[in-house]
């Protein structure tokens, strides 16, 4: 899958590195594979979760410790990379 800022992981992982780790292992396994949707998404993230009314997903990360909320475009295979935050400040987004 082709993965749209990806800079955005490498600046929020510079102020968390302990994060880091875990951000390009999900990097590395999206752009390895093609998911046209969830069913076929869960099989390699059991926890990703549609919000928003389907338009996000949200990855648990690093133990669940962190949330990775992307936007996918299924069918265009492209993901707009959009927040990471702690669970703790996950009702924020």
Known sequence: M???KKKSLEEYYAV???VETACIE???LMKANQYPD???LRKTFPTADPVA???LICFNIKGN???LIVHIVWGKDSIYQGVV???RLY???
Do not use: L
């Open 91 to 93: 009702k924020e987004v």
């Open 26 to 28: 999900w990097y590395r």
């Open 38 to 40: 969830i069913v076929e």
């Open 53 to 55: 009314n389907n338009t």
């Open 85 to 87: 935050n702690p669970c």
């Open 2 to 4: 082709h993965i749209i």
């Open 65 to 67: 410790s962190y949330r």
């Open 16 to 18: 968390y590195p302990s």
